[in-house]
């Protein structure tokens, strides 16, 4: 009988180590800083811009901003400068520490996300699509002339896409997080747009331009137009311009 006990309580002690073991990993695994994710390569980079400096501050509160969030879909025409490109890209994706975070959140920081500018209106900026590399905080070059009037097209025509200055495009390599949690990883990189997006949002509340979050599009018909590598899928196509 007493044997029986020691061999009960040698059973728990060891599953409890074993929890316990399984427990801390994780939660280590967790809290590791993220490695910088490398950009998507590809040979069709070929042009830098450097992007101005984001500012850390304004006068506008964020209560304000939540207050003011509007969809607009009417803009001025008015272009916008590259200033205000860069404060966007940063409220959407800017690294804001040094180990690579983020503005957003994002699950096990692996970083599903592109952020691609349809650029129209913008000075000093030919137009163009440019994919932002947030780690430079810059933007490559992919494809040369105006695309917000087929942008528009692959978004069943809506007039407003083709009306911003430029338009944002989120989208997103399922497989750097599906790769560490599964199926799950689909449902993190959905609420991780929705992080990114409603942070460009508030930004562009503050800085006083109009946007609005466009979900109707035909994937395929932006993937083509983008010239989006095969692992990367449009979720998100949002309008910028004056109001
Ligand atoms: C996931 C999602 C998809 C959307 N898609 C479109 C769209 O394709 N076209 C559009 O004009 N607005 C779209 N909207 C904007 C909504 O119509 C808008 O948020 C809603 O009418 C509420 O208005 P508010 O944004 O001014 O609060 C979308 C919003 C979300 C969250």
């Not at 007493?2 to 060891?14: A, C, K, P, S, V």
């Not at 209560?63 to 001025?76: G, H, N, P």
């Amino acid at each position: 009988m007493i044997q029986l006990r020691i061999e009960m309580n040698r059973l728990r002690f060891m599953i409890t180590t074993f929890l316990l073991f399984c427990c801390c990993s994780s939660l280590s695994c967790a809290q590791q800083p993220a490695p910088i994710p490398s950009p998507t390569p590809s040979l069709e980079y070929e042009t830098a811009i450097s992007l101005p400096e984001p500012r850390h501050d304004s006068d506008v509160s964020i209560e304000q901003s939540l207050l003011k969030r509007r969809s607009t879909r009417s803009y001025t025409g008015e272009s916008i400068t590259l200033q205000e490109v860069s404060q966007l890209l940063w409220a959407a994706q800017g690294i804001t520490d040094s180990r690579g975070f983020r503005t957003a959140p994002s699950a096990g920081a692996l970083y599903p996300l592109e952020v691609y500018v349809v650029a129209g209106d913008v000075e000093n900026l030919a137009s163009g699509v440019y994919k932002y590399e947030p780690r430079d905080h810059e933007l490559s070059l992919i494809i040369d002339g105006d695309k917000r009037s087929e942008l528009a097209d692959a978004a069943l025509a809506q007039s407003w896409v083709e009306e911003g200055a430029l338009a944002m495009v989120f989208t997103a390599a399922y497989g750097r997080t599906t790769v560490k949690y599964g199926e799950r990883g689909v449902r993190y990189v959905h609420m991780e747009v929705g992080h990114a997006a409603q942070n460009l949002c508030l930004q562009a509340t503050a800085m006083g331009l109009g946007l609005v979050t466009v979900g109707a599009f035909h994937d395929e018909q932006v993937s083509e137009l983008l010239n989006l590598p095969e692992d990367e899928k449009p979720l998100y196509i949002i309008p910028v311009g004056r109001k």
